[in-house]
Nanobody
Framework: QVQLVESGGGLVQTGGSLRLSCAAS????????MGWYRQAPGKQRELVAGITTTGSTNYADSVKGRFTISISRDNAKNTVSLQMNGLKPEDTAVYSCFANAYRGDYWGQGTQVTVSS
């Protein structure tokens, strides 16, 4: 089992910045990739950014150049962070951390990001 605990999120004005973090604990040796999805009201869930445990990254086209994902690892936990700069109202959504592991996928509880115009 992998446990995910998210932090960050909140309300920010257009052009502002926020940082999301997600700490994975438990069977972290089985984790291959971590990242963030988001879902806005009335819209489908979309992948925002992902990173493998070896550091390979991928981003949604809509966030490239504005968001940066990173990962830190130690014996007890993996922590993935998403630095979000230049936020726009269309970035408003619930952001959920995920972990792809050899034995399944795991999800965080979700955190709200609201960007006011």
């Amino acid at each position: 089992q992998v446990q995910l605990v998210e932090s960050g999120g909140g309300l920010v004005q257009t052009g502002g910045s926020l940082r999301l973090s997600c700490a994975a604990s438990g069977s972290i040796f089985s984790v291959k990739r971590m990242g963030w999805y988001r879902q806005a009201p009335g819209k489908q869930r979309e992948l925002v950014a992902g990173i493998t445990t070896t550091g390979s990254t991928n981003y949604a086209d809509s966030v490239k150049g504005r968001f940066t994902i990173s990962i830190s690892r130690d014996n007890a936990k993996n922590t993935v962070s998403l630095q979000m700069n230049g936020l726009k109202p269309e970035d408003t959504a619930v952001y959920s951390c995920f972990a792809n592991a050899y034995r399944g996928d795991y999800w965080g509880q979700g955190t709200q990001v609201t960007v006011s115009s």
